[in-house]
T-cell receptor, first 115, second 112 residues
Framework: EAGVTQFPSHSVIEKGQTVTLRCDPISGHDNLYWYRRVMGKEIKFLLHFVKESKQDESGMPNNRFLAERTGGTYSTLKVQPAELEDSGVYFC?????????????FGPGTRLTVL | QKEVEQNSGPLSVPEGAIASLNCTYSDRGSQSFFWYRQYSGKSPELIMSIYSNGDKEDGRFTAQLNKASQYVSLLIRDSQPSDSATYLCAVKLDGGYNKLIFGAGTRLAVHP
């Protein structure tokens, strides 16, 4: 079974540009999460989809970030316009509740560098 | 005060020894606790989850949870150089919140 995949693995853009990150969850997983780790800090939650609906977007830093999950399959996270402080590693995770437990499986991350 | 605190390390142990990793959390509403292992440049990989007070063993790994003291620990017996990685403690709150709250991680170095 394929794991969570993310594209691209690395992205280098200039301040003010737009970047779109993609996450493909494990097939059949209704829950999809975005997290971010900035340099030297802990991994922080951004938002949570259940199928195509945003369940919790309390971690989204500001309105420059837009996440979508059309059709309840893959998800995109767009940053527009990008700022220097957006640099970091963006992780996607997916899960399916089984017997009341919810194990989140993480993708390899997208390393975003804003110059 | 951070929500989940871990000593950043590095924690250096000799091969074959027991590595003890600790984590404290601030929210008494925390209900689920996880240990992830992350090799440099790789994705976090779940190695243990624990939901009730006490010990939970899985192979060389033992997770310990004490909700009264708000700490969770991970013991790695017979440590191997391949265990060298960053270990992330994560908690999930009660109340329908699925998000994980992570500590900054402890770097473990197992030397031959």
């Amino acid at each position: 079974e394929a794991g969570v995949t993310q594209f691209p693995s690395h992205s280098v853009i200039e301040k003010g540009q737009t970047v779109t990150l993609r996450c493909d969850p494990i097939s059949g997983h209704d829950n999809l999460y975005w997290y971010r780790r900035v340099m030297g800090k802990e991994i922080k939650f951004l938002l949570h989809f259940v199928k195509e609906s945003k369940q919790d977007e309390s971690g989204m830093p500001n309105n420059r970030f837009l996440a979508e999950r059309t059709g309840g399959t893959y998800s995109t996270l767009k940053v527009q316009p990008a700022e220097l402080e957006d640099s970091g590693v963006y992780f996607c995770a997916s899960s399916q509740v089984v017997s009341g437990t919810d194990t989140q499986y993480f993708g390899p991350g997208t390393r975003l560098t804003v110059l | 005060q951070k929500e989940v605190e871990q000593n950043s390390g590095p924690l250096s142990v000799p091969e074959g020894a027991i590595a003890s990793l600790n984590c404290t959390y601030s929210d008494r509403g925390s209900q689920s606790f996880f240990w992830y292992r992350q090799y440099s440049g790789k994705s976090p990989e779940l190695i243990m989850s624990i939901y009730s007070n006490g010990d939970k063993e899985d192979g060389r790994f033992t997770a310990q949870l004490n909700k009264a003291s708000q700490y969770v620990s991970l013991l790695i017996r017979d440590s191997q150089p391949s265990d060298s990685a960053t270990y992330l403690c994560a908690v999930k709150l009660d109340g329908g919140y699925n998000k994980l709250i992570f500590g900054a991680g402890t770097r473990l170095a197992v030397h031959p």
